[in-house]
């Protein structure tokens, strides 16, 4: 498209906080594409760059994956240690989180793994005791001063070398990768800072997650490995093939769900995906997924982060439930999450780490707690939610355990799970939006667990109490296992997350993989589907949306339909009472009109046109290669003056004598401008815009130009529509 | 887009053999939403409209999962039961196959359920006795004849009452959803034929699959549907999202492999695949899932075809062998199937079953062989090719064998299995393309299923014989479980149906599913990579593609990059040579002139402009449209004759008195057609037909109009750049 005689450095790049071309960019990759396959028909030199340049897409995947897994494997295993530092010391040596540090030492046996001498809490490291209430003080003084320690510590780092790196940084990538350009946002600062701060957040024991983080991580990885191959350096849509695949990797990581993870980012978070990037990114996810695995931060050898595996099947009536779990995820959806930001990271620490120690399920870091609400208990267990009345076990099945009375404990545990619920609802809503690397998936996670577990043990304790009811009759008799609380946490954490972040298909397939049964997709996909209709039926936007629109980003949504009947003449500017549209003549403006002209107006581009009475439409020039053109015409061509004329077309007439030399600059026009007649419906308009990734399409009517329609027309246009601010769209 | 004061009947409506405008059907949609989001402010009766509206989609899904999942659990039990009687019958009863029939006689035990004494081979029903030459060639000759009269019957059926029933369907469906409209291809005729010759071509022992065909059922059965709702009866743009959502029904009944089938419906067989319709085709892939298990026509609850669970891990140096069984895949997905189809189909069939018969392994059905093949041999297992020297099994783990040296039976197998691979290598190729139902999968599977479980036997024992060499030192230690020929099996499969087909994130979906275990997926990805890059290199095209291009389908690729260096200039007509664009100007011309200008061409439209001096673009109008409206103005409109004057203005200049009243044709004019300049680079404007589904685009040169492309221009050419014939593009 742009063939400059002697490309001018800088023609063809863009500024920050603007738009790509999606168009301009795809057309230079077939261009380079085209050129390395004619020369390597020429020697074997030029072949081999050829043969090498079509599998650096591969090796660029296989890098991300190796990369991202690795990071993510870090990032567990660090983690992991400092929530412990945050209960005791290992004495074996102090890198020892608490459960490696028990593994070394051979006397205990696995159910006593909290009572092994080499960990040490802290106040029996201190007073050398662990009982009576002084001890306990002592614990949960130091709970609370390493958990300030590290938010402290994070949010420092934060403020003073990476502000990008705060959030979960989803709503950001979505932009990215729409198109949008925001330089460093993907850079190798954010990306340090944001793994380190990422650890210090998740071991304070704040209400976040490290999933969505993790996608920008993996991002990250993504943009910096590109700088790797000049395919991927210089192209930024190709970059942003790249970046799909990489936010498929960190789903792929955070989850152990590569297939999930594939479908989250053609779901949630691509824009532009073609087939060709669906099967790298599965393979980047894929490599990610296993290089985890060979570092095994969870010391279990599985690729998943709540493994579960259930026993019995589920009843038909048990639907009603999982809709009522559904229900409640998408009321949690429409919580006005991160709203009410509060700044003071230390006082929401502070508050947090108070409040959550003496409860031992807020205690504990919130995948564990997550992992055990999943769980279905077995003979063996002995945690406090499966300690029921050991009634009559006849069968030696050790799989399929009837349901059986609550004991003691597990009522115990139903009250404690039920403040941890309110706690968990609160503590989230102000701790989203704070200036840490924060996720939203866990903690989202954690409330429909909580809440679908207390669902499961009250249904499953109804159900044995009465199990002569009619709706329980037939498949509830005594001795039978047919409830399973594990399940409703499932359910119900799928349906909080749906109702969060209105994913649909991916995280379905993502909680499959968690589990591999076929047979609960239709328990979660029930949950999921009422989850976003109610979501959608009390607020339309998911969080994603909602934090993009509030940044005022350019992002145009491309799951929302256009739905009023107006046309490109209503939304095309100049209107009606502006003064007429700022175009370039083909052939006889001088540089210093066309200077002035730049002067005078702030448009990133400017038509060019056969003349002012006909307004044929000629081409397209972008302000940033016309400035530049200009300049570097004044500095290296010699005699180009004010005076000289600039032509736009292919053959330059001749100049009278004595005056200064032409400037040609036909090769930055773009000359296939994207024109739609004036009585184009806008849905249509915004159609094109989203599938070709257009910046700025013209308008004519008869073949005359009149009009020009922006990105941010269309947005303003939207905003207006839909009765909001049209000043809300900050960028171009 | 389309503002008819008084709709005509017939107008904006598709020809046989055309191709829709995805832009003009969209809108229509669209215009339709927003009347009834209107409506339904003003009354209960209209809310109630447009809430049954919203979830008609969804009942549609529902409905086209049921009666899909209905459709493969009747042609599954059929085929099975067809098959057998092939072999005999069962005294309990006709209609019992072999396995039901067993069943039900208590007498004998699992092992030896050939031997239950209700089933009766032919030869012991006719001649008494089952032993000897004479039995043998009695229940040889039976079958032979029941094939023959299968085959006769499924392809008079075929000849007589469907002709779109034949093959596999796939092509045309991908050329269906691309735009394409072919009348009755997915009619109720086609539906009912098609699955009673499916059973029959498939009971009659053909080299041929179900999958294939039973996409084609889903999607006629999509179809049919539609008609119960307007929405989605009127609207071509509509009815496609549906039949995207019915081809990953027929994959998901064909494997029990519902996220697989939608991802092939994404990957493989889909053109505009939004992600409402995703979520949609999920559900009812699910749906139809469910419904073929509650039908359980494989007898034992299992959703999949051929579900298997192997028990021990590869390591990394099979990499080798799998790769090499790509390399095979590879190479037979460039054979050309179906280029040398013999229309004799009874000396097909046999021929087939001449063959087939004294092997038991291509006497058995395609499937049960693959299964068979795939299966990991336990310690009970009674099979030829499980038949193993029973050494030192010291550990009581009925699950990890070790590895052990083969039987005679084993050895007999393998034999027999190379007979079968040289047998179904050269029968595929033939029986494919013959005036059949036909599928490609399970011959191809099983192809690949025999070369990689011969290729894992020989691992095996090789391993076993060998373990102290250098390459299995280490992990293949004696009496270790090191090598698994049905993993093997599987991988072989797996290639052998990527080179066939070119699908790559779909199938290695589709077998994940069938196995449930992520860490195969690795070796069945290298598998599908090598034999996509193999055949890839080999032949470009996969058999879906070479068949669209065979029957001369306007189909564009959406997987293809067009990468040659014309512009829009070179392709556009007229050519330089040519006479002028055929244009109607917008005022001025009669009726008269209008209809010798129809007569006088071909084109399916034409640009409507201000005057022939300034060619200024103002519309375009369809052939089609513009004869209805002409036609039915002559009938309705009193004074329209020949001489009347047709205008296409927004206002009507006043007519001098005494001539015929002019005919106002705005209505029917599209006021936004979309133009390119002539500089336009080809490659662009191929991305936008793709993205846009377009018909014709006209080109512009200054402003002025210059010619049009439309679809088929640009498929020439392409077959002229890939030199082809250009004349191999057949229809509109």
């Not at 795809?26 to 020697?43: F, L, N």
């Not at 925001?182 to 304070?204: D, F, M």
């Not at 020009?708 to 905003?719: C, E, N, P, V, Y």
Request: aromatic share 10%.
């Amino acid at each position: 498209m742009d063939l400059l005689d002697e490309p001018v450095p800088g023609v063809g790049t863009y500024e920050d906080f603007n738009t790509i071309d999606w168009v301009r960019e795809k057309s230079k990759d077939r261009d380079h594409h085209r050129e390395i396959a004619t020369k390597s028909k020429e020697s074997a030199l030029a072949l081999m760059k050829s043969i090498s340049d079509a599998f650096s897409g591969w090796l660029l995947m296989l890098l991300v994956g190796l990369m991202s897994g690795a990071l993510a494997g870090g990032i567990d295993i660090s983690a992991h240690w400092m929530t412990d530092l945050k209960e005791g010391v290992c004495l074996n040596g102090f890198w020892f989180n608490h459960e490696h540090c028990c593994w070394n030492s051979n006397e205990t046996t696995f159910q006593e793994r909290d009572k092994c001498p080499n960990w040490k809490s802290w106040a029996e490291l201190i007073v050398g005791t662990n009982e009576g209430p002084f001890a306990y003080i002592m614990n949960y003084l130091m709970y609370v001063c390493w958990a300030l320690l590290f938010s402290f510590l994070a949010v420092s780092l934060v403020r003073a070398f990476a502000p990008y790196a705060c959030g979960s940084g989803i709503p950001e990538i979505k932009t990215i990768l729409s198109g949008f350009i925001i330089r460093g946002y993907l850079g190798k600062w954010t990306l340090i800072i944001k793994t380190i701060t990422l650890v210090l957040a998740v071991s304070s024991g704040l209400s976040l997650g490290k999933e969505g983080p993790l996608v920008h991580v993996a991002c990250c990885c993504g943009n910096i490995l590109c700088h790797l191959f000049t395919k991927y350096r210089r192209n930024e849509a190709k970059r942003r093939e790249v970046l799909s695949a990489a936010a498929a990797v960190g789903v792929s990581v955070a989850f152990g769900a590569p297939i999930g993870g594939v479908l989250f980012s053609l779901e949630e978070v691509s824009y532009y995906f073609p087939l060709k990037t669906l099967w790298r990114s599965f393979f980047a996810a894929l490599v990610a997924a296993f290089t985890l695995r060979s570092i095994n931060p969870f010391g279990n050898s599985r690729l998943v982060l709540f493994y579960v595996e259930f026993h019995s099947p589920w009843h038909l009536l048990e639907l009603i439930p999982f809709v009522l779990l559904g229900i409640f995820g998408g009321i949690w959806g429409t919580t006005r999450l991160g709203h009410y930001p509060v700044l003071e990271v230390l006082v929401v620490t502070a508050v947090t780490a108070l409040l959550a120690f003496p409860n031992s399920y807020t205690c504990m870091s919130t995948s564990e707690l997550i992992s055990e609400l999943f769980n279905d208990c077995g003979l063996l267990d002995s945690s406090q939610l499966c300690n029921y009345a050991n009634v009559s076990v006849t069968k030696s099945s050790s799989d399929a355990l009837p349901d059986r009375p609550a004991g003691q404990d597990v009522y115990t545990a139903m009250w404690q799970l039920s403040l941890a619920l309110v706690f968990k609802m609160l503590i989230t809503v102000v701790t989203f939006g704070m200036k840490v690397p924060s996720g939203l998936f866990i903690p989202s996670m954690a409330v429909g667990a909580i809440a679908g577990r207390l669902l499961g043990v009250g249904m499953e304790q109804l159900a044995y109490y009465h199990h002569d009811w009619v709706i329980f009759r037939g498949w509830c008799s005594p001795g039978a296992d047919c409830i399973t609380p594990g399940l409703y946490a499932m359910v119900g954490a799928t349906a909080c997350l749906g109702g969060v972040t209105r994913m649909t298909v991916s995280l379905v397939v993502i909680m499959f993989e968690l589990t591999g049964g076929l047979e609960y997709i239709v328990p979660l996909m029930a949950a999921t589907m009422t989850s976003k209709w109610v979501a959608d039926a009390l607020g339309r936007e998911g969080i994603y949306e909602a934090h993009i629109r509030l940044n005022g980003y350019p992002f145009l949504e491309p799951k929302e339909e256009f739905s009023h009947k107006t046309l490109a003449m209503d939304v095309m500017r100049p209107r009606r009472s502006d003064p007429p549209l700022s175009v370039i003549m083909q052939d006889g403006m001088s540089v210093e009109e066309v200077e002035s002209l730049i002067a005078e107006t702030s448009y990133s581009g400017f038509p060019v046109v056969v003349s002012h009475e006909s307004q044929r439409l000629v081409g397209f020039v972008q302000r940033r290669d016309l400035v530049i053109s200009i300049e570097n015409a004044r500095q290296h061509q010699e005699g180009v003056v004010s005076a000289s004329r600039i032509f736009f077309t292919e053959y330059t007439p001749p100049q009278p004598p004595n005056s200064p030399p032409p400037l040609k600059l036909r090769g930055i026009m773009d000359l296939s401008p994207f024109t739609v007649t004036d009585h184009t419906a806008m849905d249509i308009v915004v159609d094109i815009f989203r599938k070709l990734g257009l910046r700025q399409c013209l308008v004519t009517h008869n073949g005359r130009l009149l009009g020009i329609i922006t990105k941010k027309d269309i947005l303003k246009h939207m905003a207006q529509m839909a009765n909001r601010d049209p000043d809300s769209i900050l960028f171009n």
